[in-house]
C-alpha cells in the first residue's frame, strides 16, 4: 500500500505582492510571519506561536496563493497537499499519510503545510464510528495537538465549506484563526487584473478600471483566467498587443464557461 503523500514540497518565491487585494487578511497574516521570522523571540517570551489558520471562502480567491505567499515571505518549506488525497480505501493509509507530512514537514522546519479542501478530511464525525475518514481526521488532531515549541510548523487549511468541518478541528490550539477569503470587489478586482497584466503588452486605450467593472462577480481565478485567454486570442490574431477587444472576448468566454457549469450564476 501507498503511504506516501503526493504533496509536492517547494520553496516558494511567491510574496505578498502577487496577491492582490485582500489587505485585511494579509494584515493578519504579517502578525503570522513575524511569528515564523522571529520564533526566537517569541519563544523566549513564552508565546505559543499559532499553530492553525484557517481560510474560508468561495473558490479560485487566492487561499492557495496567499499560503504560498506566507511561505515565501519567511522562506519556509511549503507542503501543499488536498484534503481528498488522504481519503483511502484501506483504513490506516490516510492516518499514516497525515503522520508522514507532519514528519517531513519538521524536518524541513520552518515549513508552512498547506492542506486544501480540508472538508475532505475534516468533516463531523459519527459518533462511535471507526471508519478510515474518522482515523485520518484523528490523525490530524494528533499531529496539531502534538507539535512542541521547538519547531515551526504552521498550518494553513482551506475549505469553501466551515459549515462541514468537525467542531475539534475548530478548537482553541487547532485551527483557531479563521480567516475569510471573499471574491474581490471592484477595487479589488483591479488589483488582481493589473498582477496579471503587469507583464503583457496591453494597448494603451485600455483602462484596467473599466474592465474590473465589467468583470462582477468573478474570482481571482477567474481574472487570470481573462487575462491569460485575452493574450492567446492576441497572439492567435497575430497582434502586436491584447486590445479591449480580445478582453472582451475573453470575458464573453469566461462567462460562457460559467454558464455551461451553472447557469444561474451571473
Ligand atoms: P480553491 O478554493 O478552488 O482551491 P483558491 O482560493 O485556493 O481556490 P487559488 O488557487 O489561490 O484559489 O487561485 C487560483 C489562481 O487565481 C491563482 O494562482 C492566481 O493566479 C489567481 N488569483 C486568485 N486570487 C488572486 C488574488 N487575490 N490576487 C492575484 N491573483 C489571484
Known amino acids: ?45 513564552g508565546a505559543k506561536i499559532p499553530k492553525g489558520i484557517l481560510f474560508h471562502g468561495p473558490p479560485g480567491t487566492g487561499k492557495t496563493l496567499l499560503a504560498s505567499a506566507v511561505a515565501g515571505e519567511t522562506k519556509s518549506t511549503f507542503f501543499s497537499a488536498s484534503g481528498s488525497e488522504f481519503v483511502e480505501k484501506y483504513v490506516g493509509v490516510g492516518a499514516k499519510r497525515i503522520r508522514t507530512l507532519f514528519e517531513k514537514a519538521k524536518k524541513e522546519a520552518p515549513s508552512v503545510i498547506f492542506i486544501d479542501e480540508v472538508d475532505a478530511i475534516g468533516a ?15 490523525q490530524l488532531l494528533v499531529e496539531l495537538d502534538g507539535f512542541n515549541t521547538d519547531q515551526t510548523v504552521v498550518v494553513i487549511a482551506a475549505t469553501n465549506r466551515m459549515d462541514l468541518l468537525d467542531e475539534a478541528l475548530l478548537r482553541p490550539g487547532r485551527f483557531d484563526r479563521h480567516m475569510y477569503i471573499s471574491n474581490p470587489n471592484v477595487r479589488a478586482r483591479e488589483e488582481i487584473l493589473k498582477v496579471h497584466t503587469k507583464n503583457k503588452p496591453l494597448c494603451p486605450k485600455i483602462e484596467i478600471k473599466n474592465l474590473a ?14 487575462s491569460n485567454e485575452a493574450a492567446i486570442i492576441a497572439v492567435r490574431e497575430d497582434a502586436e498587443v491584447i486590445s479591449l477587444d480580445h478582453f472582451d472576448q475573453a470575458i464573453e468566454r469566461v462567462i460562457a464557461g460559467l454558464q455551461v457549469r451553472n447557469p444561474t450564476v451571473l
Open 1 to 45: 500500500k501507498d503511504t506516501n503523500t503526493k504533496e509536492t514540497f517547494t520553496k516558494p518565491k511567491t510574496t505578498f505582492e502577487d496577491v492582490a487585494g485582500l489587505d485585511e487578511v494579509k494584515e493578519e497574516l504579517a502578525e503570522v510571519i513575524d511569528f515564523i521570522n522571529q520564533s526566537e523571540k517569541y519563544k523566549k517570551m
Open 124 to 138: 463531523k464525525r459519527h459518533l462511535d464510528s471507526n471508519n478510515e475518514k474518522d482515523q485520518t481526521l484523528n
Open 213 to 226: 467593472r465589467k468583470t462582477h462577480g468573478m474570482s481571482g481565478a477567474h481574472l487570470a483566467n481573462i
